[in-house]
C-alpha cells in the first residue's frame, strides 16, 4: 500500500500539488460581495449622499478573481471618500442592476456621484488610477 502511495504521488505529484494550489487560490482570491435583500435596498444605498464605486464580477470570472489584490488596496485607499460595493452578478439584486445597466462583460466598475447618477464606467481589468482620480474629483465638488 504505501509503495502505491509514494508511486502515485512520484508519478501524479506534480498534478496533485498544481490542483491543490488552485483551489487554495481560488479560496483566497474569490470576493464574498455585498449582500443586499432587494434591489430598493441596493438603489438607496446607492443614493445615500456619498460617491460610490460598484464593481460587478463574479468568482467564475478570472480577470475578477485575479484583480481582488488591486480592488482591496482601491478600496482602502478612496475608504475617507467612497462607498465600494461589490456586486455578485449571479445573485440577485446584483443581477438586476447589472441588466438594468447593461453590463455585458466582467468585472464591470461604476463611479457614482452622491446622488446615485453614474459619472464613470470601465469594464475588464481595473484601472485603478482611473477609478481613484474620479473618486478625488467628486469628493473636492463635495459630491
Known sequence: MKEKILG???EDGLTVGIILALVIGYFV???PGDSFESLGELEAQLAQGRPTVVQFYSNRCSICLTSKPRVDQ????IADQADML???VRAAPG????????V???PTFFVLNGEGEIVHRQS???KTDEIRAWV???SELGN
Do not use: I, V
Not at 74 to 77: A, I, K
Not at 95 to 102: D, H, K, S, T, V
Open 136 to 138: 478625488n474629483t467628486l
Open 95 to 102: 443581477n438586476q442592476l447589472a441588466y438594468r445597466w447593461q
Open 74 to 77: 482601491l478600496e482602502r485607499d
Open 86 to 88: 461589490r456586486l455578485d
Open 104 to 106: 455585458s462583460g466582467l
Open 124 to 126: 475588464g481589468s481595473p
Open 29 to 31: 482570491l474569490r470576493t
Open 8 to 10: 502515485f504521488l512520484k
